[in-house]
């Protein structure tokens, strides 16, 4: 079984693997600053999340804090 080639690259991503992890860490440092005091509700830890993906510079920052508060949770 072979990789399949991600088809949407440089339209709905950077193409660049650089390119993506910058944008990748802006929605990572945005969602800190606009987000930064969100919790999950006292005494309860999520275990899954649905997460808009609409494109990085769409919903990536709501969709960093969604995953920042699944990895705490683990």
Known sequence: MGV???????Q?????????????????DEAARLYGACH????TSPVAAVVP???LQFSGPIAATAFRLLREAV
């Open 53 to 55: 993906h609409a494109g």
């Open 40 to 43: 999950p509700l006292p005494g």
């Open 12 to 28: 709905w991503y950077r193409a660049d693997s650089r390119g993506l992890a910058a944008e990748v860490d802006w929605a990572v």
């Open 4 to 10: 399949r080639a991600a088809d949407k690259a440089g």
